[in-house]
Structures are given as C-alpha cells and as structure tokens.
C-alpha cells in the first residue's frame, strides 16, 4: 500500500497502520466505493455491487498481483537487505485502477511539490464529479478545454498536455493497453511515452516502475536527494553514481533502486 505516494492521493484513502486502503470506481455512470483489506489474502469487498470479476481484476492491478518476481528475488543471494525488503512486501508498486488515472496522475507530479501534486488531483475530480467520486474517466477528462484546467485544477502549464492525452484516450487513437503489454520491450513503450506531451524521460520511467518495467530509474530530485542521504558523494556525479551503482540488477536496476531508497518505509 506504501510502495510510493498513490496511497495519499485521492480517490484513494488510506489510514497508516490499518491495513485497509479505499478508493471509489466509475461504473455505469456512478461514483462505486471499493475497500481493500491487508491479511494472508487481498479482501476486496464493494457495498454497492461491483461485480466478483471486476474486483478481482481491480485488487490485481491496484496491488501488481500479476507480477512475477522470483527472476529478480534468485538474483538476490548476496544482498540481504534487499531480499528481507521483498521478504516484507516490496517490490510491488501500487497502481490506480486504471492506467489512465496513472498517468494523469503522474503527469501531474512533475516539476512540484508533492503537496502541489495532491492539490491539483483533489480539484481535477471535484471539477468532473462532486466530492466523493471516482477519478474522472478519459471521456469526462476531455470535455474540458486546457484553459479551464488550468483555471479551476490550476494545473499550469499541464493543462494542454492534460487536455490532449484524455482526447487521443477518449477518441481511441491513443490504446493505453500498449503500454500494459509485457511482451513488448520496455524500451519501446518509454518512446511511446514520450511522444505524449507533457512527459518527460521522469514521467515516462516512473510511470513504466508502476507498471512494473524497472530497466529504468526514473530519476527525479527527490531520488538524487535520498540516494546521497545514503551514499555521500559530488553531487554532480550523482546520476552517474546511481547507473553505477545498480547497473549489476539489469532491467531490476530500478526496482533495486527503489528498494534500497525506500527500506526505511518498509522497516
């Protein structure tokens, strides 16, 4: 539920400590609350009849239940540390319920602070529905024009990039189920992603580590600020440092990375 930040941004809903971790889901037009409870299973319960396949495709996808670890786990004999971080839940990345609240999201932390991320995710779903609802889907998203983004979500400079990518999804010219296919090189869908404006070599990479393709690191100052708390060095030969550092991990290095950064979030 903590691999990163998703869990403090809205719709989803999270008490540290608890457990359980809710959201709210469009379907048929209606805003549907969904509850996810931690324990030896995944308990995915709806009080307002999301179908049983639905939530449990939903609780797969929302808790990277689809992905394969042992690959990168055999690989990790010598680095205890790492494998006791597996060993306690990591590795996993928490996602939306769709790729395209990912994105959007993602989308929206860069170049900011996070407190500006969560403000614009918090009044780009009061302006598509009303409190308490679902993230808005790709069609509602493109009903507003860049200028009112960027006036009532106050989203900035976001606002065209933000507009156009609910259009191409909206319309279908943009398959967003491209960028979920792990049969395709990671590297390619990266390019994909960059072709989107607005997204950037961050946003495309932290976005491929949510969908579980760690061949890169996503790299952002909050990455170069952590990696240096924990090994002090020039900070202009940060980056070169961290390629360094996990290149052995091979197309895991980003997922090493993100483990050895966040193990105080573990422990």
């Not at 999201?105 to 407190?115: E, G, I, R």
């Not at 609802?133 to 860049?146: G, H, I, N, Q, Y």
Request: with cysteine; aromatic share 8%; charged share 25%.
């Amino acid at each position: 539920m903590r691999s990163h930040g998703w869990y403090d941004l809205p719709p989803f809903q999270y008490t540290p400590g608890s457990g359980v971790l809710s959201t709210v889901v469009s379907a048929g037009g209606r805003s549907l609350p969904v509850r996810f409870e931690a324990g030896d299973r995944v308990l995915a319960t709806s009080s307002r009849g999301v179908p049983r396949p639905r939530l449990e495709a939903m609780a797969a996808r929302v808790f990277s239940l689809d992905l394969d670890l042992s690959l990168f786990v055999s690989s990790l004999s010598a680095d205890a540390e790492l494998l006791r971080g597996v060993e306690r839940g990591g590795g996993r990345m928490l996602r939306a319920p769709t790729l395209f609240e990912d994105a959007v999201k993602m989308l929206l932390t860069t170049n900011c602070s996070w407190a500006a991320t969560r403000g614009m995710v918090t009044r780009l779903i009061a302006l598509a529905g009303a409190e308490g609802a679902s993230f808005p889907t790709a069609a509602e998203l493109a009903r507003f024009t860049p200028r009112r983004l960027e006036r009532e979500v106050r989203c900035g400079y976001r606002a065209p990039a933000l507009a156009r990518f609910a259009r191409r999804v909206a319309s279908g010219r943009l398959d967003l189920d491209r960028w979920e296919d792990r049969h395709r090189p990671a590297a390619e869908i990266r390019e994909e992603i960059l072709e989107e404006r607005g997204f950037g070599p961050y946003a495309a990479e932290g976005l491929l580590r949510i969908l579980g393709r760690h061949d890169f690191l996503a790299l952002d100052s909050w990455v170069r600020q952590k990696y240096r708390t924990l090994h002090p060095g020039p900070v202009k030969k940060t980056d070169a440092s961290i390629a360094r550092r996990y290149a052995r991990f091979g197309g895991y290095r980003g997922l090493a990375m993100w483990l050895e950064l966040t193990r105080d979030w573990i422990e």
